[in-house]
C-alpha cells in the first residue's frame, strides 16, 4: 500500500529552488534511505513533507489525503513525525519532559517506558536536563520523541551527524529495533555505507532532483557514488 506520494515537488528560498519537480512513492514498511552531497535539498524535501516548508508547486499526499497546505501539527496527528537535523530539543525539559510533550492523541505502541526501553542510555538520565546530555543522548531523545506521536511515517534527518562511530553504532542498534517492527521511514543519512545497508530502497539527491534510485542490493556502490558527486547523470 502507497503511504506517500510526492508529485512534482518544488520547493524555494526565494529565487533558489532548492527541490525541483521531485516525485517519490513510499509503501508502507519500506525503509527508504536518501542520500547525496551538502545542499542537494535532502532537508528540504524532508521538511516539506513534514510541513516545516511551504512548497512552490507539486503535492504531497499521505494516506490517500492531499496534505500539501496542512500545517505541520496536523500532519503528526495523521502519523507524520520528524526527527530533523540538530535535533532540536527543549534544553531546558528533562528527558522525560522532552518524551512527554511530543505525546499525542494517537495511541500505539510508543510510551515513555516503551522509548526508554529501546533507548536504554536514557534510562539513567530521564530526570536530567537535555541541555546537559552527550550528542548520542540527545539523538536518542529527539528519535524517542518523534516515537511518542506513534507515527505511521517516521521521517528521520542525518541521526548521525556529529555523533562518535561508536555512538552512531548505538543509535543505529535501536534505531534497528524501530525498523524490524515494520516502521515506514525516510531517512536522510550521509554514510553512503550505512544508509546503503540499512534500507530497502535508496534514493539519490543532485541539485534538488532525484537522480538515481534502486535496491541497494543491486545498486553498485560506483553507481550511487557517481550520482551522488552527479559524475554521470543516472536517470
Ligand atoms: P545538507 O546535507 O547540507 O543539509 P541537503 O541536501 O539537506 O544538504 P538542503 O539543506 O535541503 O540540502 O539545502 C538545499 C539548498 O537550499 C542548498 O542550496 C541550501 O543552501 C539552500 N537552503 C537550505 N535552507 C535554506 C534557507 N533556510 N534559506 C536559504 N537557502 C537555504
Not at 22 to 51: D, F, H, M, P, Y
Not at 96 to 113: K, Q
Request: glycine share 10%.
Amino acid at each position: 500500500m502507497t503511504l506517500l506520494r510526492v508529485a512534482g515537488l518544488d520547493c524555494r528560498y526565494g529565487l533558489l529552488q532548492a527541490v525541483r519537480g521531485v516525485s517519490l512513492e513510499v509503501a508502507q514498511g519500506e525503509i527508504i534511505a536518501l542520500v547525496g552531497a551538502n545542499g542537494a535539498g535532502k532537508t528540504t524535501l524532508l521538511r516539506a513533507i513534514a510541513g516545516a516548508h511551504g512548497p512552490h508547486s507539486g503535492s504531497v499526499v499521505f494516506d490517500g489525503v492531499d496534505i500539501t497546505r496542512l500545517p505541520a501539527h496536523r500532519r503528526v496527528a495523521l502519523g507524520i513525525a520528524l526527527v530533523p537535523e540538530g535535533r532540536r530539543l527543549f534544553p531546558g525539559l528533562t528527558v522525560e519532559e522532552n518524551l512527554r510533550v511530543a505525546s499525542s492523541r494517537r495511541r500505539g505502541r510508543w510510551t515513555v517506558e516503551s522509548v526508554l526501553e529501546v533507548f536504554p542510555l536514557l534510562r539513567p538520565r530521564r530526570r536530567m536536563q537535555a541541555a546537559g546530555l552527550s550528542g548520542g543522548e540527545q539523538q536518542a531523545v529527539a528519535i524517542g520523541r518523534a516515537l511518542m506521536s506513534n507515527p505511521r511515517l517516521l521521517l528521520l534527518d542525518e541521526v548521525s551527524l556529529g555523533l562518535a562511530p561508536v555512538v552512531v553504532d548505538a543509535v543505529y542498534r535501536s534505531l534497528a529495533r524501530v525498523l524490524s517492527e515494520g516502521a515506514t521511514v525516510l531517512l536522510v543519512e550521509q554514510d553512503l555505507t550505512r544508509a546503503l545497508k540499512v534500507a530497502n530502497r535508496v534514493l539519490c539527491m543532485l541539485e534538488g532532483r532525484i537522480v538515481l534510485e534502486g535496491d541497494p542490493k543491486s545498486l553498485d556502490r560506483d553507481q550511487v557514488v557517481s550520482a551522488y558527486f552527479g559524475l554521470t547523470r543516472a536517470i
